[in-house]
């Protein structure tokens, strides 16, 4: 079944500790984003990239980063993880050829950083 | 500042109601959308609206925009059990940039 695939599922991390977190995509997608889901806040922005190569900065960019060396592909990296980074991930794509351009969410990552 | 604002944040209502929940938004925005998202669950998308006055319709959901008052509703008719989700709207101000709302935490009573 087409769609994006985010892993892991969920994931207890140290903090300072490094981690990235997966996201592959299998529809051709030209833009990929990252959100951070926190109760009250809604999701908000992490980081973007509208075709493999290019990248932009969200609403929440600070202690994140995000590589695009292909269209499928898109993970984002916390270099060294705060407690105030524990929250669900949602990497999504969406394919601006078909005017639309409604966004198509991965199943999301569980993260709590210690 | 760039907002989008969504009320109520929590609603409980009672099987068979009728209520309404409102989208409002501080900057111009393309389009608007609406989305579900089911407890422990991702997003699924229910409607894009691409312009002033634009009227979406599925089930027991509907969804307006005008661009004007930058304002967008979404009215539950007759709710039902299987309605109760979390329902998000979301702008597009600038190129490639999905701004959300907080959200609003439905629950329908039997």
């Known amino acids: 079944i087409a769609g994006i695939t985010q892993a892991p599922t969920s994931q207890i991390l140290a903090a300072g500790r490094r981690m990235t977190l997966r996201c592959t995509q299998d529809?051709?997608?030209?833009?990929m984003y990252w959100y951070r889901q926190d109760l009250g806040l809604g999701l908000r922005l992490i980081h973007y990239?509208?075709?493999?190569?290019?990248?932009g900065k969200g609403e929440v960019p600070d202690g994140y980063s995000v590589s695009r060396a292909n269209t499928d592909d898109f993970p984002l990296t916390l270099a060294s993880a705060v407690p105030s980074q524990t929250s669900v991930y949602f990497c999504?794509?969406?394919?601006?050829?078909?005017?639309?351009?409604?966004?198509?969410f991965g199943s999301g990552t569980q993260l709590s950083v210690l | 500042e760039l907002k989008v604002e969504q009320n109520p944040l929590f609603l409980s209502m009672q099987e068979g109601k009728n209520y309404t929940i409102y989208c409002n938004y501080s900057?111009?925005?393309?389009?608007l959308y609406w989305y579900r998202q089911d407890p422990g669950k991702s997003l699924e998308s229910l409607f894009v609206?691409?312009?002033?006055?634009a009227v979406k319709q599925e089930g027991r959901l509907m969804a307006s925009l005008d661009t004007k008052a930058r304002l967008s509703t979404l009215h539950i008719t007759a709710a039902v059990h299987d309605l109760s989700a979390t329902y998000f709207c979301?702008?597009?101000?600038?190129?490639?940039?999905?701004?959300f709302g907080t959200g609003t935490r439905l629950k329908v009573l039997a």
């Open positions: 999504a794509s969406s394919d601006r050829s078909q005017g639309l351009e409604k966004l198509f």
């Open positions: 529809m051709r997608h030209n833009a």
């Open positions: 990239s509208n075709t493999a190569g290019t990248t």
């Open positions: 900057t111009t925005s393309d389009r």
């Open positions: 609206l691409l312009s002033n006055g």
């Open positions: 979301a702008i597009t101000p600038g190129t490639y940039k999905y701004i």
